[in-house]
């Protein structure tokens, strides 16, 4: 079938599978063209087949030489409607890391639920045996609990006060003012629990239980930090309520896991265009505004080249490049240098929807976000008929 761009609001509803092979391949070969670490030998991605995880995924196989075992939440093809594109990034990476040796399967399914730990845990005691790093890299807009049965929806609200900034529809270019009410105590409990760490400590918990984590194992979590002008929404908000959460179940993690010699670690990784991100408000004008800065910088970086810095200079070395005073591992270092913030803030004081095109990188943000789907890639033929239906080696449907 011909497979063309679906948007829905912020998402794209279809995706093309040459096009996420591409997007892969892409990423695979940054990573071999950078010098090897020596990493973990096997990994556990939880969240393995977009943005961050995939990219952790990619940079510890073609890196560092891992076996990996990913987890995550995606959708076949089925009649007219294509696979996503987590489902077709992963068809792509089982296959190019298999064609070079690398042992890679995928677990698709709730990775909040109990019955997905545990059929993890069984593939690791029959394949890997033992885990030396887990990668949680879950973004969801919802989770139910597997003790309680109760289901979380998370927010994006301020905490305390209204707030009124600009952002912009980065597909139609369209600045406009959001206005954003403040969340109850309802709302920040429910983004904690679908964004905190609770669901991490679980699955540190079974898995540790199991006796599948190998002595010194690693487990780290991703966050995000950001600017000043989006802490109302972000850092201050009710996702980073949810990230304050995080941290302290880090610090609980790293207690747990002493016995281990094990570490848990927490990474705050740059701004960049994924499916998560194109839904907080704010954050997208932010992100075009950044890219444009960044890029005449020549600092801008994608999700592969953060999670190579992230295993190369930082979790896999002597001598970690990036830490900050509260222990965290800051690849958003270029991002939140100062000269980069101030320019952001003097070009956001500007921007309207007659100079966006000049003073953000919008065609940017739109290649980036298009890209995630399959889309907007050279020498893929659009106009040409493709299967939609494109099987993961390792998962039966
Ligand atoms: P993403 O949307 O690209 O990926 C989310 C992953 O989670 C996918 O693999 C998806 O299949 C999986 N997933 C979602 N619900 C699931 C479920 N119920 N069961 C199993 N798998 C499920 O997200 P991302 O932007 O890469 O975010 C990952 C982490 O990185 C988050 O903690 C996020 O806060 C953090 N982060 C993101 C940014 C950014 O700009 N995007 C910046 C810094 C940190």
Redesign the pocket.
């Given at each position: 079938m011909l497979i063309k761009p679906k948007i829905r609001g912020f998402i794209c509803t279809a995706a093309h599978p040459q096009g996420c092979f591409k997007a892969v391949e892409e990423q695979v070969n940054y990573i071999k063209s950078q010098k090897p670490f020596i990493g973990p030998k096997n990994v556990l991605v939880?969240?393995?087949?977009?943005?961050?995880?995939?990219a952790s995924r990619i940079a510890a196989t073609f890196g560092g030489g891992a076996n990996t075992i990913g987890?995550?939440?995606?959708k076949p093809a089925a009649g007219k409607r294509t696979a996503s594109a987590?489902w077709y990034n992963t068809a792509a990476f089982e296959t190019l890391a298999q064609q070079a040796g690398y042992y890679a399967k995928s677990i698709n399914?709730?990775?909040?639920s109990d019955d997905?730990k545990q059929q993890t845990i069984e593939l690791i005691r029959q394949d890997l045996k033992q885990i030396d790093l887990v990668v949680y890299?879950?973004?969801?807009p919802r989770?139910t609990d597997p003790k309680t049965g109760e289901t979380y929806t998370s927010v994006l609200k301020t905490v305390d006060q209204t707030y009124v900034n600009k952002t912009v529809d980065p597909l139609t270019g369209d600045v406009k003012e959001v206005t954003i009410e403040p969340g109850d105590q309802a709302d920040i409990d429910n983004t904690v629990a679908v964004?905190g760490g609770a669901d991490w400590q679980l699955w540190i918990d079974a898995l540790q239980q199991a006796g599948v984590l190998a002595e010194g194992a690693t487990t780290v979590?991703?966050?995000?930090i950001g600017p000043e002008l989006t802490y109302p929404v972000y850092k201050n908000g009710t996702i980073g309520k949810a990230k304050d959460h995080l941290y302290e179940t880090a610090k609980n993690l790293a207690q747990q896991l002493q016995p281990l010699k094990g570490r848990a670690l927490v990474s705050?990784?740059?701004?960049?265009v994924?499916?998560?991100?194109a839904a907080i408000p704010v954050v997208p004008l932010y992100i075009s505004i950044l890219f444009k800065i960044m890029k005449t910088q020549g600092s801008h970086e994608g999700?592969i080249e953060q999670m190579y810095r992230m295993f190369h200079d930082n979790i896999y070395t002597d001598k970690p490049k990036n830490i900050d005073p509260d222990g965290h591992i800051r690849v958003d270092n270029y991002e939140m240098q100062a000269d980069i913030q101030q320019k952001v803030i003097d070009v956001w004081q500007q921007v309207n929807a007659n100079n966006i095109d000049a003073l953000a990188d919008l065609s940017g943000y739109r290649q980036d976000f298009y890209r995630l789907f399959g889309f907007d890639f050279p020498n893929i033929n659009y106009d040409s008929d493709v299967d939609p239906n494109v099987a993961i080696p390792s998962i039966k449907e």
């Open positions: 939880i969240g393995a087949s977009t943005g961050y995880g995939l987890v995550f939440f995606e987590g399914g709730d990775a909040f997905i890299s879950l973004a969801s989770r964004m979590a991703y966050s995000y705050i990784n740059k701004a960049v994924t499916q998560s991100s999700c």
